[in-house]
């Protein structure tokens, strides 16, 4: 069982910068690939980013050259380090942990999910 748990949400302004963490427990945690999703309400869960246990990435066309995800395994967290944010990137954005088999960019690969933290991007 792998707990997670993330921080890091709140309001920013369009144009501004927010850094959400993810922190994960249970299990060792360089196993387990990590990812971001979002969602909004009435729409589905939507793949943000992605990084392996070996620490390869994978980005939504919408996360590339705006996102990085980058894991600390020492600290058992991973990261999301969002710039220049949009008010459309409104959303609650979920870590998840996981290690099935799959592209990193679905979340069939994924058993853990935390509880989501809300990024709120103003005009």
């Known amino acids: 069982q792998v707990h997670v748990v993330e921080s890091g949400g709140g309001l920013v302004q369009a144009g501004g910068s927010v850094r959400l963490s993810c922190a994960a427990s249970?299990?060792?945690?360089?196993?387990?690939?990590m990812s971001w999703f979002r969602q909004v309400p009435e729409k589905e869960r939507e793949f943000v980013a992605a990084i392996s246990g070996s620490g390869g990435t994978y980005y939504a066309d919408v996360a590339k050259g705006r996102f990085t995800i980058a894991r600390d395994n020492a600290k058992s967290t991973v990261y999301l380090q969002m710039n220049r944010l949009k008010p459309e990137y409104t959303s609650v954005y979920y870590c998840?942990?996981?290690?099935?088999?799959?592209?990193?960019?679905?979340?069939?690969?994924?058993?853990?999910w935390g509880q989501g933290t809300q990024v709120t991007v103003s005009s």
């Open positions: 249970g299990r060792t945690f360089s196993n387990y690939d």
């Open positions: 998840a942990a996981g290690s099935g088999a799959g592209l990193l960019n679905t979340d069939s690969v994924y058993q853990y």
